[in-house]
């Protein structure tokens, strides 16, 4: 019986968080005990991005973290800036071990021996080699489960570096996505969220080769029927690769919630051809039009660059006032930063920081004020809540459906259970309070 501690940290995006819980699985199968990373543990495993501002320097303060608690610990960086920059972390003092996209999974096999090394040992690999698909799902750590139903992806953004820390698009079985959503449903857990690189092109690779056995649309049909689960949710999907049918699907759902997350970009025609997107505007718009058309409650929030080399003032505005026009709940704004071997990082048309970090402020702005006129549109509506776990200063926090972030003081009893409220005023803090209306799943 093995009884050494791990702890992990996770950074990043969904797929990341879903992935370590398999990743901790697999230790607990070892006979591994998971410890919080806060906590005295003999190895420390952090799952790296490549997208988080400042990479560098957070995993170097989160090394550290480890080793205020643990000096003599073992200390492994997996993940994406892992598989991108491996001699970079490997240089981070404390650093032993570091995992590239093959070997992340096998990491207990790198375990045998935990003497600490001067220098990170790395087992990284081309990313070309990562062809194979591993399921994950997390649970246990949160109220939702992340599902990963696909990994990579084969379009060429050119600000982008996940095809290159992730390589190619592939995607789990069906049959393997069904029987992880029924595992799920058993472990008493409300909600699933669909997570993946791009998870529109599901069906590709799927049985290791390019051809598309199914589609994004059978995969949330077949889900759609599993039983014991009560929501699922589309996390992010491409613009082009969100058709009519899924939306129709999801306004008639039994458990897919009406809250779609579309990757926009740019506002800007322009730009977006600069990124090598594959839509222009009107065809976000269209989309926009058709969610709202069928479900007129529908959350939908909106992934925005600014920034990004050659964008003028003019663009900016452009896209500010495209967004200020359009139906949208929310968005999530990211500051263009230049990643090393992407094709932007050489274009002309530097946009300074200062002006950058200005059209920043104004979107994050704006959609302060997109989330608050759709909240005060949910006002005297009746919505289900599914409460989360956490105490937060004397409040208990869920979300609604149609994703409205809501509060009532802390009562232990909700956590994990769903309640029809009916959404009465809008708090100074901006989240939603409600009445009880009646408990549904307790
Ligand atoms: S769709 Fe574009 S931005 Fe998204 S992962 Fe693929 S290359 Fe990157």
């Given amino acids: 019986m093995n009884s050494k501690k791990v702890a992990f940290y996770t950074l990043g995006c969904k797929l990341n968080f879903s992935e370590t819980s398999t990743i901790a699985r697999s230790f607990k199968d070892e006979g591994f005990q998971r410890v919080d990373f806060k906590d005295n543990a003999d190895i420390y495993v952090i799952n790296t991005c490549s997208v988080t501002e400042n990479a560098d320097k957070r995993f170097k303060s989160i090394v550290k973290q480890a080793q205020k608690v643990n000096p003599d610990a073992f200390v492994a960086a997996i993940g994406c ?227 990004f080399p050659g964008e003028t003032d003019e663009h900016f505005l452009e896209t500010y006032n495209f967004l200020n026009e359009l139906d949208i709940s929310y968005l999530h704004v990211f500051t263009y930063s230049e990643r090393d071997n992407t094709e932007a990082a050489e274009m002309e048309g530097v946009v300074y920081k200062n002006v950058r970090a200005k059209r920043s402020k104004m979107l994050r702005g704006l959609s302060a004020k997109k989330r608050r006129a759709f909240y005060e549109n949910q006002l005297g509506t009746e919505r289900t809540v599914l409460f989360e776990g956490e105490n937060k200063e004397g409040y208990i926090h869920g979300f609604t459906e149609n994703y409205v972030k809501v509060k009532t003081p802390w009562n232990p009893e909700l956590i994990n259970t769903l309640h029809k409220v009916n959404l009465t005023k809008i708090d100074e803090d901006g989240l939603v309070r409600f009445d009880f209306v009646k408990a549904l799943v307790s």
């Fill in 81 to 307: 800036y892992a598989q991108l920059k491996p001699e970079e972390l490997a240089d981070v003092n404390g650093v032993d071990l570091v995992l590239g996209a093959t070997e992340k999974f096998k990491i207990t096999d790198y375990l045998n021996d935990l003497t600490k090394n001067d220098f990170g040992e790395v087992h990284s690999c081309e990313i070309e080699e990562a062809d194979f698909y591993v399921g994950s799902y997390s649970i246990g750590d949160r109220t939702r489960a992340f599902l990963k139903v696909q990994d990579g992806c084969d379009y060429k953004c050119t600000y982008c570096t996940i095809p290159l820390a992730r390589g190619i698009s592939r995607s789990d079985t069906m049959e393997n996505v069904i029987k992880n959503a029924k595992e799920i449903a058993e472990q008493d857990i409300r909600e699933i969220v669909l997570t993946g690189v791009n998870i529109g092109d599901y069906g590709k690779g799927e049985f290791g080769n390019k051809k598309h056995e199914h589609t994004f649309l059978d995969l949330v049909t077949e889900l759609d029927k599993v039983e014991g689960i009560e929501r699922l949710r589309i996390s992010s999907i491409e613009p082009n690769l969100l058709k009519n049918e899924t939306i129709d699907l999801v306004s008639k759902s039994r458990a897919f919630v009406p809250h779609f997350h579309v990757p926009l970009q740019s506002g800007s025609n322009d730009i977006l051809k600069k990124m090598k997107r594959r839509y222009m505007k009107e065809l976000y718009v269209d989309r926009v039009f058709k969610i709202k058309e069928v479900m007129p409650h529908a959350c939908i929030g909106v992934d925005v660059i600014v920034g």
